[in-house]
């Protein structure tokens, strides 16, 4: 036998074992049953409405499984267990959340489902003039337990019971915010003025952008599995999403909802 036929008797044996491990990986995927996906109420991104969770996360994430050719059991949870249950548990996805370096070892992330834009907002009548996050230490700020907001402001010296107020769902701080019982509320600005709206009221005219928070504004939401997720799990995750941006599925996704 040549080495000729040697050589090309190899490439052939190589590349059918190459078809039969993506096949497999593939069936490993698909024969995984429904993924359990977490979220938390925050619309306009993810809600629940009519017993079905939606939203601009939900779509896209929905969007991403109909490319793998899998199914989502979706759950809405208090955002300090939907983090801890995805953070601990393999295999468990989460959305719609922001990457900071204090999140970044805790979570395999897939990638970026819709765009943030963080502020700490007073009402507009009350007339607040913050130059700094140093000026609203003396002030009373609301917060999620878990969340982004309440985590960034830990990291800068706030305190849980001194000048931060947490609150197990943004709803409760609007509440708070309107009766005075808070001076600022640190919220995207897509989801405070859908709460203002869902209030009845006019956000341009409730809302006072009285900080801008560039820090948690440059990246936009994720979706996420915890840390101990295999490799394996996550690749064809970010993979769909990835062919999701480059086809223009992801951007008319996100306009929809703009």
Known sequence: MTVTRIFGICRRYL????????????????????????TEEFPPYNYTEG???????????????QQLGLQGQFQSLPWARAYETASNVPGVLIYSMVRTPEREKRFKWVGVIAPSEYYLFSLADKGLAITSLGKAQGLQIGTVNQSVGEQFLLSRGFVKGKNLQ????????????RLGHIDLWIMNRLSAYHLVRQAGQDPEK????????????????????????????????RKALE????????????????
């Open 15 to 38: 590349a059918c074992m190459a078809g039969l491990f993506v096949g497999v990986a593939g069936v490993s995927v698909a024969a995984a049953g429904p993924v359990r996906v977490l």
């Open 51 to 65: 017993g079905k969770i939606t939203g601009l996360g939900t779509e896209v994430v929905e969007a991403v499984l």
């Open 166 to 177: 947490a609150s197990v769902r943004n709803e409760l701080n609007y509440e708070k915010l």
């Open 206 to 237: 409730t809302l006072h952008k009285a900080l801008a928070i560039p820090e948690l504004s440059s990246q936009g939401y994720y979706m996420a599995f915890g840390a101990q997720t295999p490799d394996a799990t996550v690749e064809p995750f």
């Open 243 to 258: 062919t999701l941006q480059r086809n223009g599925s992801l951007d008319r996704l996100q306009r929809k909802w703009q």
